[in-house]
């Protein structure tokens, strides 16, 4: 009988751990009153913009490509990071304490802080000189032109960007990119494309 009692009781004690840790897992998916558990994904966050930068394909062995790369054209793209920070809001009302968010749901971010993005060469590429402005032929996934993206709401925070320029063979597209801020200042980033081969 007493052995009996000592298996019931791991069973009841494994069951109660069990039912306790499904619903701490349970309550962080859904902390966000917005996000439905069973498959939406919530309304966007308000975040302000903290620094920027670019990044290159092809993506191999876990890195994206550098600059002492080469890369054939046809496979070469390019893409916009934007780095940010959620605005303060107010604390949760829940029994657990921070903000979880749907781990299958890419980033819904509404920049509150940017009034734009340009890009200047700092080497020749195609038929440009080095020092021109190339943000009217820069455009983003949308088909909008950097020098005329100004809406930052429902954003992930990353734009695959198409440059309207034919490079040369064995050229690099060096760029001065500049994320403009709402209280005046600027982040900068300066980068360098990986070889990229014509033919």
Do not use: W
């Not at 309550?27 to 930068?53: K, L, R």
């Amino acid at each position: 009988m007493n052995k009996f009692l000592k298996t019931k009781s791991v069973k009841m004690t494994a069951a109660i751990l069990s039912a306790y840790l499904s619903m701490l897992v349970f309550v962080a998916c859904v902390d966000d009153p917005q996000i439905n558990p069973f498959g939406e994904c919530g309304g966007p966050s308000n975040v302000n913009a903290t620094d920027v930068s670019l990044v290159y394909e092809p993506y191999k062995n876990n890195q994206f490509a550098v600059e002492t790369d080469t890369v054939k054209l046809e496979e070469f793209n390019v893409y916009l990071k934007i780095a940010s920070e959620t605005i303060a809001h107010a604390p949760s009302t829940g029994s657990f304490p921070g903000v979880a968010y749907a781990l299958s749901c890419a980033p819904n971010l509404n920049f509150q802080n940017i009034t734009g993005i340009s890009m200047t060469l700092l080497a020749p590429y195609g038929d440009k000189e080095a020092g021109t402005d190339i943000s009217s032929l820069v455009k983003t996934h949308d088909d909008i032109k950097l020098s005329d993206l100004r809406d930052f709401t429902g954003s992930t925070g990353q734009y695959r960007l198409s440059v309207d320029l034919q490079p040369e063979n064995k050229s690099q597209l060096k760029t001065k990119t500049v994320l403009k801020l709402k209280n005046g200042s600027e982040k900068i980033f300066e980068s360098s494309s990986p070889v990229l081969l014509t033919n």
